[in-house]
């Protein structure tokens, strides 16, 4: 069975400060990873997904996520936050067959200004 | 995003109550979830339809119930709606030639007293 851990339900960063939001994950075989972000009264928007090749993969709005066999993770990060990168970040995970995604319960990211 | 709509967006009912909620999209996909989403629970997955003759239960199922009427509509029933059924409903899009990514409407918001 899949399964997706975001271990923090907070995060908390200085604007302008790196930002890291973490993820591990459980599957069978080889992953398709994806991050979705989630405004205030808003649907999930797609940020970013892995495939395959280069383990460092780059999204939408300056995020990237980094892709570790060995850890079995895929944490998101920013090299600066801003104020507005403050929302709701899930983590999601499926296999290489025809099986829907598996999301992780979401972590809260709040930048600080 | 425009591309998924569902109707209504918000909805106050009464325990007991048939209540559905409807998915449209515009993205031609072929695949269709439903999503439920609670605080700290994260995104837990409903049904979900991999084409007009596909039905599938996901991880919560009991109590609801679905139907694809085209492959651009998915709709989701309670059958006899109780309050721990209060919860953001979202439906969501995919497509297999993009590693299934999906994408999400902007979600329904169930009140059932």
Redesign the interface.
Known sequence: AQSVAQPEDQVNVAEGNPLTVKCTYSVSGNPYLFWYVQYPNRGLQFLLKYITGDNLVKGSYGFEAEFNKSQTSFHLKKPSALVSDSALYFCAVRDRGNTPLVFGKGTRLSVIA | ?AD?TQTPRNRITKTGKRIMLECSQTKGHDRM?W?RQDP??????IY?S?DVKDINK?EISDGYSVSRQAQAKFSLSLESAIPNQTALY?C?TSD?GT?????????TRLTVL
Request: hydrophobic share 30%.
């Open positions: 995003d998924v979830y999503y700290g629970l994260g995104l837990r997955l979900y991999f996901g979202f969501a297999p590693s299934n990514t999906q994408y999400f409407g902007p979600g």
